[in-house]
């Protein structure tokens, strides 16, 4: 059983980019595996267990999967020296990261959306308020209370954030709040 805003109320049942397995084209490159003529064997694991694996081999302007499928790069200047790795979708997108459906494609071909697009209002507040309180070496915890300045922060650089945490804390506290009162009145009816 979860606490305060742990049930779905507010998700709409679309599939999210967490429910497909993904290859990233930034790990791949740090990993090695686009480098032309080479052949690497790539393996998905959930909770340590192997769920898929398969050979990709590297050619100058896309790889190779399993011999047969065809999954395009392109390569961006960087401003400062070097190139940057993007998958080519086969919608013409250039993205990071592909998920694995029937074919690979970006998240937007298949209507996927970031699990924390889907979150309520109230914890994705919750989320950011907690966020900031990590900054600020404070105790994680919107119910805790606030510590001080830490040592070497500006001070407008401590305002500013003080001022984002007030607004998260206080759309957090007032959605707990409305579902408290909906807890309440099932309760009394």
Partial sequence: ????GSG???YSGRSTTEDYLSIDVRRWCREGMLKPGQVNR??????GKSVAEFNVQACKEYLLINGHHRIRLDWTDCYLGGKRPWFLCGCGKRVAILYCASQFSCRHCLGLVYRCQMEP?????????NRIRRKLGWPLGIFNPPGSKPKGMH???YYRLLNEY???LETATMGISKVFKAWRRKLTH
């Fill in 166 to 168: 007030a607004g998260h």
């Fill in 121 to 129: 209002k109230r914890d994705q507040a919750a989320r950011r308020a």
């Fill in 8 to 10: 779905r109320d507010s």
């Fill in 155 to 157: 001070f407008h650089t």
């Fill in 42 to 47: 790539w393996q998905w694991s959930r909770n």
């Fill in 1 to 4: 059983m979860g606490g305060v």
